[in-house]
């Protein structure tokens, strides 16, 4: 690995020159240059290639479900599926469905051909179980059951079957104080928890902070057609930030600024512009607004039309490679361009 430091990398113009390949930096899937960082993705490899069950530990936006990628690409299960399962994001009355799967007229509403479980379609491959301490206490049984021998049935049925899954789980909350409220069973715990993967927030890996934000900005370059740099001050202040929402921030912050600057270099004036400064940003959700309008009756007209332009401006700027461009395709403002843009975006903290 090239030792790359950003501050022996500055152009005329006080602007950061990236490295001309970054892959150099990437472990499977995940950028990083941190000890701790590299030392726990040679461990995942290692332990890849068995079937010990796995939880991975970390706040929101680490990373989590990449390095449960990492562990899949390199396990003998590889070509088989990698299959992911939200248990915060399904009603509790349908997790067990959508867990085992269930029989035709399992339940009022059910298919009549049944459906497959993604236990069922995991078979051969990996399940990822994210959010794991979420699982209804009811569940938590037959999951424990599945995972002693691979057995289950499904919902609505009497046959037993079988499926060779590797179950890696992940969570940002304490499992030992959901064990301690009564919320996830001990036993559970202890079968899942055979190799416990603890991810780092980013605040405390800060080295990674300018190989990372300098990848999203080659990433948005491209996807967006540009050729924004980035100051040597705003760096100095992405390092500084603590980065409550992690990676994940850092790539929709990146995304920002690239996307509000007027200028080829981000300045710290973007970063004022951008509310950066007063680091209170929150995690911005990126919008799907390339996919095509939907009527939606809950929408007012100024905000329909509100929606329909931002999505007009955005992929202008990606078409013309800059807000300067775009705006003039437009007939705007380059100024209004920006504001609009970081108007969308204050909207959208989520």
Not at 23 to 48: D, P, Y
Not at 55 to 75: C, P, T, W
Not at 235 to 261: F, H, Q, T
């Amino acid at each position: 690995m090239e030792d790359y430091n950003y501050k022996n990398n500055i152009d005329k113009h006080g602007s950061i020159i990236p490295p001309k390949d970054f892959s150099q930096f990437e472990t499977g899937n995940i950028v990083t240059i941190n000890k701790n960082m590299l030392n726990l993705l040679n461990l995942c490899i290692r332990v890849a290639k068995t079937n010990a069950p796995i939880i991975v530990y970390g706040e929101s936006g680490v990373g989590k479900e990449m390095v449960a990628e990492l562990i899949h690409q390199n396990s003998n299960r590889t070509n088989q599926p990698f299959v992911k399962l939200n248990c915060s994001a399904i009603p509790e009355n349908l997790l067990e469905s959508e867990f085992f799967g269930y029989e035709p007229g399992a339940f009022t509403g059910a298919l009549k051909t049944g459906k497959q479980g993604i236990i069922e379609l995991a078979n051969k491959g990996t399940l990822l179980l994210d959010e794991i301490g979420e699982m209804p206490v009811n569940l938590q049984p037959k999951l424990l059951r599945f995972l002693q021998n691979g057995k289950y049935t499904k919902v609505g049925g009497y046959e037993e079957l079988f499926s060779d899954v590797r179950v890696i789980s992940a969570t940002n909350k304490s499992l030992e104080h959901r064990i301690d409220a009564g919320l996830f069973r001990e036993d559970l715990y202890f079968r899942l928890n055979v190799i416990p993967i603890n991810i780092p927030p980013l605040r405390k890996r800060k080295e990674d902070i300018p190989i990372l934000a300098l990848y999203f900005l080659d990433y948005y370059n491209q996807y967006y057609n540009m050729d924004k740099k980035v100051s040597v001050k705003v760096m100095e202040n992405l390092i500084d930030y603590e980065w409550p929402g992690n990676v994940r921030e850092l790539k929709n912050v990146i995304e920002r600024l690239a996307l509000i600057s007027l200028d080829k270099t981000i300045t710290e004036e973007d970063l004022t512009y951008s509310s950066f400064a007063t680091k209170k940003y929150n995690t911005i959700e990126k919008k799907n607004y390339e996919q095509s309008y939907e009527f939606d009756e809950k929408l007012s007209l100024k905000e329909i039309v509100a929606n329909y332009e931002i999505k007009v401006i955005l992929n202008s700027v990606k078409r013309y490679g800059s807000i300067r461009k775009a705006a003039r395709v437009l007939q705007v403002s380059p100024s209004t361009l920006s504001r609009k843009i970081s108007t969308y975006f204050e909207n959208n903290k989520d």
